[in-house]
């Protein structure tokens, strides 16, 4: 009956059915956006091959829930904020809609995902995939039953440029026996997917491993 860290809910706050594993914060460290290179070599086999949603749908739910950042919208999000304020400079909108500027939050920092698939055959036709994708470690197919999966998470201050923290995790430093009968919760939407395969709940478990690493050296650090 194990749970997966990325199920329930979160608004502010305020959460609701979330994992005990995952790391909290009595309050929030900063505000934080998420940038995903949809273009890398692990995107696109997390989309075409496992046909799951990006690893940024995880994050947003897992770093809610801890209460140690406040996410703010970068992504494709971004595109109906800014329709909803070409409406009012249109004149389209009812008065008092409030859409005019000084409005948005400033994110004080980035987070970048990134993800190394890993098989126990790492010669033969796993050298040759990893070696597609360079050296950074090999990317391995579904088609080779991945056994494992290693997460890198970086953060960035906005304003300075300065790498404040990166952290790595591994579905093997999580307990990957209950991983895969993880995610029984109703997550709903398109992070439903990451339940259903294999790799997902091991994308899920290396994911978590590598947040819970990240928030506490961001505990620890000091500038």
Known sequence: QARAVATGSAAGSATHD???????????????????????????????????PPASSLLRLMIQQSNCFVVVERGAGMNSMMRERDLEQAGELRQKSSFGKGQMVAADYTVSPTLIFQDNNMGGMGGMVGGLFGTVGALVGSSL?????QSMLTLVDNRSGVQVAVAEGSAKSMDVGGVFGMLEGDVGGALSAYKKT??????????????NNLVQAVKNYQA
Request: proline share 6%.
């Open 198 to 211: 294999p790799e997902g709940k091991v994308v899920v478990a290396s994911m978590t491993d590598a947040f």
């Open 18 to 52: 979330e994992n005990s594993a995952l790391e909290k914060c009595p309050a929030p460290l900063g505000t934080v956006s998420l940038v995903e290179n949809e273009q890398s070599g692990w995107a696109n086999m997390l989309r075409n091959e496992f046909r799951l």
């Open 145 to 149: 039953q991945s056994k494992g999966a």
